[in-house]
């Protein structure tokens, strides 16, 4: 039996990662009695609703304690959520220069990549229907560009 094996390619994406292009997988034949190869996610099962409930109440309690002091909001719109990588960046090369301490590039592609989910997730829902329990006539929603130059507002 004739297989290919799968081959991850880091630099696919602008470093982020991807499978790499099946022609160049490797081929083995078996008999085999063992294929190892690195997965990641590989064997994980996406999490039942419940598991997500949690994280969701917390969020709840969060606004309970907040909505009640905010009378108006400003909410600042960006087109795509991948800026905040550039953003976190731009801060942490000014920490160092300062002499302050600092994550390295890639500390901050990790960091940024283990909150951005949630960006993807929570903004639909903030930019369509404005922050929790807030009044509409008191939102102003500004757009910015990538640059953080306002766009416009509404």
């Not at 063992?34 to 994980?44: A, P, R, S, T």
């Not at 302050?100 to 590039?105: A, E, F, N, V």
Request: with cysteine.
């Amino acid at each position: 039996m004739k297989m290919k094996l799968p081959r991850y390619d880091k630099s696919a994406f602008g470093g982020r990662g991807d499978r790499a292009d099946p022609s160049t997988w490797p081929e083995v034949e078996g008999p085999l009695e063992v294929v190892l190869f690195e997965g990641w996610m590989l064997g994980f099962k996406p999490l039942p609703n419940e598991v997500l409930e949690v994280v969701n109440k917390n969020l709840e309690a969060y606004y309970d304690a907040w909505d009640r002091f905010i009378g108006s909001w400003m909410v600042i719109k960006i087109k795509e959520p991948s800026c905040v990588y550039q953003w976190r960046l731009q801060a942490e090369i000014a920490m160092r220069a300062d002499g302050k301490p600092g994550m390295s590039d890639e500390e901050v592609m990790d960091f940024v990549s283990r909150y951005l989910p949630a960006y993807h997730a929570y903004l639909p829902t903030l930019y369509q229907e404005g922050p929790n329990g807030s009044n509409p006539d008191h939102v102003l929603v500004v757009d910015i560009d990538e640059k953080r130059n306002p766009m416009w507002g509404r």
